[in-house]
T-cell receptor, first 117, second 112 residues
Framework: GAGVSQSPSNKVTEKGKDVELRCDPI?????LYWYRQRLGQGLEFLIY????????KSGLPSDRFSAERTGESVSTLTIQRTQQEDSAVYLC???????????????FGAGSRLTVL | GENVEQHPSTLSVQEGDSAVIKCTYS??????FPWYKQELGKRPQLIID?????GEKKDQRIAVTLNKTAKHFSLHITETQPEDSAVYFC???????????FGTGTSLTVIP
C-alpha cells in the first residue's frame, strides 16, 4: 500500500480482556517497529522485526505483550489481560533496511488508540 | 546501547523568530539522524534527516547540523510560523541492527 496501515484506529476494552492490534507495513519494507506513546509522552520502543531475523523484543514491558510478523508482511501486537496503564496510542512504523548504508526513512502509521476501562 | 537526550522539553517563540532544538547521542557508531514532527493527534512525520558523512543539511526554513566529534545534532527552524507548533522528536540509528533511538521530544509553540 501507499503507507503504513493500522487497525483498529480506536479500541476501547475492559480491564482483563485481550486485544490485538494490526499493522500492515509499506510493501517491500523489511523492517517493522512497534512503539507505545502515552498521552503527552515520547515514543517508547516495544519490538522490532527485521526480515527473517529473530525480533528484538527488548522493549516489551511485560509477558502480557507479544507480537508476531510473518515474513515481511503484516504484524500483530497482542496485549493479554489488559490493564489501565496499557492505555496509549500504539504506533507501528516500517522502513527499508538499506544494508551497508544503514537505516533508512522510518514511516509511521496513524496509530491504534487503546483505552482500557 | 544508544542514549539520545533532547533539550529543551518545551520551547515558545514569537512568530518570525528562530527555534533551535538540540540532541546528543552516546554511541559514535550511530550514523543516521532523523527529525520527526508530530502535530496534536497525528502520527510522527519525517521533516529532515542527516547522515554522518555531512555536517549540515537545509530544506527551506529547516536545517539540521551534526557535530560527530561532540556527538550532537540540532534542528534549526527559521522564520517560525504558527503551523510549526508541534512536538519534535530527534532520533539516532546505527548501521548494525537498524534500531532507532528517540529523544524525549520538544513541544514547540509559536506565538502569533
Amino acid at each position: 500500500g501507499a503507507g503504513v496501515s493500522q487497525s483498529p484506529s480506536n479500541k476501547v476494552t475492559e480491564k482483563g480482556k485481550d486485544v490485538e492490534l494490526r499493522c500492515d507495513p509499506i510493501s517491500g519494507h523489511t523492517a517493522l517497529y512497534w512503539y507505545r506513546q502515552r498521552l503527552g509522552q515520547g515514543l517508547e520502543f516495544l519490538i522490532y522485526f527485521q526480515g527473517n531475523s529473530a525480533p528484538d523484543k527488548s522493549g516489551l514491558p511485560s509477558d502480557r505483550f507479544s507480537a508476531e510478523r510473518t515474513g515481511e508482511s503484516v504484524s500483530t501486537l497482542t496485549i493479554q489481560r489488559t490493564q489501565q496503564e496499557d492505555s496509549a496510542v500504539y504506533l507501528c512504523a516500517s522502513s527499508f533496511s538499506g544494508g551497508i548504508s544503514g537505516a533508512n526513512v522510518l514511516t509511521f502509521g496513524a496509530g491504534s488508540r487503546l483505552t482500557v476501562l | 546501547g544508544e542514549n539520545v537526550e533532547q533539550h529543551p522539553s518545551t520551547l515558545s517563540v514569537q512568530e518570525g523568530d528562530s527555534a533551535v532544538i538540540k540532541c546528543t547521542y552516546s554511541d559514535s557508531a550511530s550514523n543516521y539522524f532523523p527529525w520527526y514532527k508530530q502535530e496534536l493527534g497525528k502520527r510522527p512525520q519525517l521533516i529532515i534527516d542527516i547522515r554522518s558523512n555531512v555536517g549540515e543539511k537545509k530544506d527551506q526554513r529547516i536545517a539540521v547540523t551534526l557535530n560527530k566529534t561532540a556527538k550532537h545534532f540540532s534542528l534549526h527552524i527559521t522564520e517560525t510560523q504558527p503551523e510549526d507548533s508541534a512536538v519534535y522528536f530527534c532520533a539516532a540509528s546505527k548501521p548494525t541492527g537498524n534500531q532507532f533511538y528517540f529523544g524525549t521530544g520538544t513541544s514547540l509553540t509559536v506565538i502569533p
